[in-house]
């Protein structure tokens, strides 16, 4: 009769000791899980931190050592620039000085963004020499009379600062009153006529401007080349003039509508 006693006992002791282990093994999961969480997000965090951190350095010295290179690209470039002044060969001077602004103003832009990773000595000189670099370049394209964002230039431009850069001031001016001209002529109630007289007058520059080029690229081939040439650009000169005074004219036409109220205002005692 104990027998049966005795197996019900073990048994019971059986339960009670698994119940028990699993219990402790809950408590254990509730220390472990929340410690293993959050291991695991530090270490997630300091892998992405350390990752960045790392990309960063990467992405810096790559930069810095991309900026020496364009340095180098700008300084031999700038050297260049030198040289076509040197020479007055004005028609390549404008293609590499328009080529070379961009890329000044890219160094200059990069210098300030990785002055922190920099000699304040370096990046002070080389942030001097970028400004000094522009500022002759503007300069010399100023005194040529040529726009420094233009991205190529013309066959006649071209021809006019290698032929002929004493004509650049005045060709240019005669460019700009070409154009406001045309603006105005469009709103003009009579436009077509306008036009056709007006593209009349410039074909007649152009064939000047032609053979002004002519004569400058082979003045040995031609009678009377200086005198010829004189003549030609006091032509031009009056040409210019003749614009001033057409744009003028149509610009009063602007004002029709201001002159007579101006008119009916002094007449009408009551607005006095």
Avoid: C, W
């Amino acid at each position: 009769m104990s027998r049966p006693r005795n197996s019900a006992g073990g048994l019971i002791t059986i339960i009670i000791g698994v119940i028990l282990l699993i219990a402790l093994l809950e408590s254990l999961l509730e220390v472990i899980i929340p410690i293993a969480l959050i291991g695991g997000i530090g270490f997630g965090v300091y892998y992405l931190a350390t990752k960045q951190s790392r990309l960063e350095k990467v992405n810096t010295k790559q930069r810095l050592q991309d900026l020496k290179d364009n340095i180098r690209v700008a300084d031999r470039q700038s050297k260049l620039l030198d040289n076509y002044l040197d020479e007055k060969n004005y028609t390549q001077y404008v293609v590499v000085a328009r080529q070379l602004l961009p890329q000044i103003r890219h160094i200059k832009s990069e210098v300030t963004d990785l002055k922190a990773k920099m000699d304040l000595k370096i990046y002070k000189r080389v942030l001097k020499k970028a400004e000094s670099v522009e500022n002759d370049i503007l300069l010399q394209l100023d005194k040529l009379d040529i726009s420094p964002t233009t991205a190529s230039a013309s066959k006649e431009e071209t021809d006019l600062l290698k032929l002929a850069p004493e004509l650049a001031h005045l060709y240019n001016n005669i460019q700009q009153d070409h154009l406001t001209i045309l603006k105005k002529i469009e709103k003009a109630d009579n436009r077509e006529e306008l036009a056709a007289l007006h593209e009349a007058d410039m074909e007649r520059f152009h064939d000047i401007l032609d053979g002004y080029f002519k004569i400058k690229r082979a003045p040995k081939n031609y009678y009377n080349a200086e005198e010829r040439l004189a003549k030609a650009k006091a032509a031009m000169e009056k040409f210019d003039l003749a614009l001033d005074e057409t744009l003028r004219k149509l610009n009063e036409s602007d004002l029709k509508d201001f002159d007579i109220s101006l008119r009916m205002m002094a007449d009408d005692d009551t607005n006095l």
